[in-house]
């Protein structure tokens, strides 16, 4: 039965996106940013989850806005929207437009971590188009394996794994995702992580996330100390003319001489970036996570990561 239901559900997506892909790309995106409307006002329980993720940053003074919080989630609905449009053009191959209209900055950067020899750590989070980020990377100055968990339908997933190998990137799965990411980083190459989505307590800790107190992944501070790889942060944003994609100046790690006090802050500072990207471009950020889960905030966050 699942098996009919995942050809279904592939079936549909190949149905519905051809004409997206075919359209002038003008005129995608602009389709695209209206079905991301339409999603806003249909998909009810994630709009209420963007609306008070939102609400309580702005309630902790960690985030200052110009514009109605409805306002603000609504645009991230229209950029999730947008993005989608894109990257369907990318998969069917009318892309290269895209893929090449997005500036870089920092490049530089990129290719004095390279020379160390030691693999680079991209670091970055759900933020603009982030499928877009990993592809554009890819053809301007390097492959990535980009660390992330299988899509629920296997032949989606497939369908999504192909595009990526055309590009020269790869995939590699959570479980057991450790030794892969060490193999590839002892070997110079590039590996890329999400670091912005809420993880279970043996995975991470408690860390303080725009005012709050939210799970967040140690796997990269830990591999990052074991390996010595260069960490990068890389985000990219929408601009007037297309995308903007900004790779920063390694991260220096902790010199604390406790080793998992070492790796707390170096997890906060991996962190920053990206609420500062957040409080930067509030509406291209996934408002829609639930990024504060599994944490009791009503018990007051003290900022102490030991204490959860």
């Known amino acids: 039965m699942k098996k009919a239901v995942w050809l279904f559900e592939t079936g549909l997506f190949i149905f519905l996106s ?22 806003f006002h249909v998909w009810g329980s994630r709009r209420r989850i963007a609306i008070e993720n939102l609400k309580n940053s702005i309630s902790s003074h960690s985030i200052v806005i110009s514009e109605p919080v409805e306002e603000i989630i609504r645009n991230n609905f229209k950029n999730l929207g947008k993005s989608f449009a894109e990257i369907i053009k990318i998969y069917y ?7 090449h209209s997005v500036e870089v900055d920092g490049i530089e950067t990129f ?14 989070g759900h933020c603009g188009n982030w499928e877009l980020l ?26 999504v794994e192909r595009v990526r190998e055309r590009y020269g990137n790869s995939v590699i799965y959570k479980q057991g995702a450790l030794r892969k990411i060490m193999e590839r980083l002892r070997k110079g190459n590039c590996v890329g992580i999400f670091m912005d989505q809420a993880v279970v307590p043996n995975e991470g800790y408690v860390i303080d996330f725009l005012g709050r107190g939210a799970w967040t992944t140690k796997m990269p501070a830990l591999i990052a100390r074991k390996t010595g790889a260069a960490v990068l942060p890389v985000f990219i944003n929408r601009t007037s003319r297309g995308h903007r994609m900004k790779v920063y100046p390694a991260v220096q790690l902790s010199n604390i001489g406790d080793k998992e006090s070492a790796v707390i802050e170096d997890t906060k500072r991996f962190s920053s970036f990206i609420e500062e990207y957040i409080k930067e471009h509030p509406s291209e950020w ?23």
């Open 18 to 39: 051809i004409p997206l892909a075919l359209l002038p790309l003008r005129l995608s995106i602009k389709v695209g940013e209206l079905l991301g409307l339409l999603l």
């Open 93 to 99: 191959g009318f892309g290269e437009k895209i893929i």
């Open 134 to 159: 990993a592809i554009a990377a890819s053809v301007r100055f390097s492959k990535i394996a980009g660390v992330a968990r299988p899509i629920n339908n296997p032949y989606l997933n497939a369908l």
């Open 286 to 308: 996934l408002w829609i996570h639930r990024r504060w889960k599994r944490v009791n905030q009503e018990n007051g966050y003290s900022g102490d990561t030991r204490n959860w």
């Open 111 to 124: 290719h004095q971590a390279q020379a160390q020899g030691k693999g680079i750590l991209f670091l970055t």
